[in-house]
C-alpha cells in the first residue's frame, strides 16, 4: 500500500467562497463541516475553525469513505 502524506493541509488552499457547508451540519452551528476541492484533493474542515487545518483526501479515497458511511454497514456511534 502507498502512503501519502496530504493532511493536514492548509484552508487557504481554497477560496472561502469555495467550501461548502454539510447539508446534514447541525442549524446552531455546533457540529458542522465543510469540504472544498483542494488542487486535486478533497479538503474537509471544521467550519467552527476556518483558518485551522484541513485533512485532505484523493478523490477515490473520498469515495470510498463516502461510499462507507452510504452503506450503513459500520456503526459510527
Given amino acids: 500500500m502507498t502512503h501519502h502524506r496530504h493532511f493536514p493541509v492548509s484552508t487557504n488552499l481554497a477560496p ?3 467550501w461548502t457547508k454539510s447539508s446534514y451540519s447541525s442549524q446552531d452551528n455546533q457540529n458542522c463541516v465543510e469540504t472544498a476541492k483542494l488542487r486535486g484533493l478533497i479538503g474537509v474542515r471544521d467550519s467552527k475553525d476556518k483558518k ?5 483526501f484523493t478523490p477515490a479515497a473520498w469515495k470510498g469513505f463516502i ?9 459510527f456511534a
Fill in 16 to 18: 472561502e467562497e469555495d
Fill in 52 to 56: 485551522g487545518p484541513a485533512l485532505a
Fill in 67 to 75: 461510499d462507507l458511511v452510504n452503506s450503513c454497514e459500520t456503526d
